[in-house]
């Protein structure tokens, strides 16, 4: 069985350009979430998603960031514009349900940084 | 907003000791896990603990949930340079949606 796959691993930007990093859950599992980690710091959570639907954002920063989890294809994080701020370590999880104690399964992450 | 607060933050102890790693908030968990992270990886689950005074134990590691879901605690047994790495500790909330929220983790370094 696949774990969750995130793409690229590694993504460096100029200010001012887009990043996209894109998210495929496990098999069978349509809830998403993305989290933002710092160096040296713990996880802070973004954005919850199902197929179609955005769920809770109140982790997302309203301007630049935005989020998607289409029908078919992957979950893809968009950030416009980065800034040197931007640079983190973005992970993706998912599960097979709506999260209520189970289990959220992480990606290897996207290392980005912004010069 | 949750806050969880862990400690120490960094830990460097030498091969065979024993070592502790405390998860503590001032609000109530509907369940707790422990995760570890390798550098350049996503955290990998260690445990999920849901029930007030929970213990589970994996091989040298034991967690412990506190009576009031408030708290929690790693132990590790012997530890061994293979255990180096990041430990994170994770809560979820009923009401809080679907987030999960991290403390700022566990740096740990087992010398051989």
């Known amino acids: 069985n696949a774990g969750v796959m995130q793409n690229p691993r590694h993504l460096v930007r100029r200010r001012g350009q887009e990043a996209r990093l894109r998210c495929s859950p496990m098999?069978?599992?349509?809830?998403v979430y993305w989290y933002r980690q710092l160096p040296e710091e713990g996880l802070k959570f973004m954005v919850y998603?199902?197929?179609?639907?955005?769920?809770?954002e109140s982790g997302m920063p309203k301007e630049r960031f935005s989020a998607e989890f289409p029908k078919e294809g992957p979950s893809i994080l968009r950030i416009q514009q980065v800034v040197r701020g931007d640079s983190a370590a973005y992970f993706c999880?998912?599960?097979?349900?709506?999260?209520?104690?189970?289990?959220?399964?992480f990606g290897p992450g996207t290392r980005l940084l912004v010069l | 907003t949750q806050l969880l607060e862990q400690s120490p933050q960094f830990l460097s102890i030498q091969e065979g000791e024993n070592l502790t790693v405390y998860c503590n908030s001032s609000?109530?968990?509907?369940?707790l896990q422990w995760y570890r992270q390798e550098p350049g990886e996503g955290p990998v689950l260690l445990v999920t603990?849901?029930?007030?005074?929970e213990v589970k134990k994996l091989k040298r590691l034991t967690f412990q949930f506190g009576d009031a879901r408030k708290d929690s605690s790693l132990h590790i047994t012997a530890a061994q340079p293979g255990d180096t790495g990041l430990y994170l500790c994770?809560?979820?909330?009923?009401?809080?949606?679907?987030?999960?929220?991290f403390g700022g983790g566990t740096r740990l370094m087992v010398k051989p």
């Open positions: 994770a809560g979820a909330e009923n009401n809080a949606g679907n987030m999960l929220t």
């Open positions: 603990v849901v029930t007030g005074g």
């Open positions: 998603l199902q197929k179609e639907n955005i769920i809770d």
């Open positions: 609000s109530v968990f509907s369940s």
């Open positions: 999880a998912s599960s097979p349900l709506r999260f209520s104690g189970e289990t959220q399964y």
């Open positions: 098999k069978g599992h349509s809830h």
